[in-house]
């Protein structure tokens, strides 16, 4: 099994940048497909944004694409995730996610691992 910690959540102003943290460790992440939810309070969790991790194909939910990019680091078993131009309804706890033969990765039931989570608040 395959454990998951993330780490670069913060308070943000709208406008600005941050960039979170996945470390992997357990087994080999290219067999997996690794991805990133948020969960806002009261709302469901949803799909930010995917990465193979064999070969590095990309799959981003709409409201963050431009914006947002997800990026792997193989020899430090690291997920990445680069957000730009953050806006308030950016605000939630992220997650990072792992899982074997994903055919659906914006799907979380597709994922059987997940860390426990780093809070995101963007300021107005």
């Known amino acids: 099994q395959v454990q998951l910690v993330e780490s670069g959540g913060g308070l943000v102003q709208a406008g600005g940048s941050a960039r979170l943290s996945c470390a992997i460790s357990g087994r080999p992440f290219n067999m997996y497909t690794m991805a990133w939810f948020r969960q806002a309070p009261g709302k469901d969790r949803d799909f930010v944004a995917a990465?193979?991790?064999?070969?590095?194909?990309?799959v981003y939910a709409d409201s963050v694409k431009g914006r947002f990019t997800i990026s792997l680091d193989n020899s430090r078993q690291m997920v990445y995730l680069q957000m730009n131009a953050l806006k308030p309804a950016d605000t939630a706890k992220y997650y990072c996610a792992a899982g074997l033969e994903v055919t659906r990765p914006q799907f979380r039931y597709a994922y059987d691992a997940w860390g426990r989570g780093t809070q995101v608040t963007v300021s107005s």
């Open positions: 990465i193979q991790g064999s070969g590095g194909s990309t």
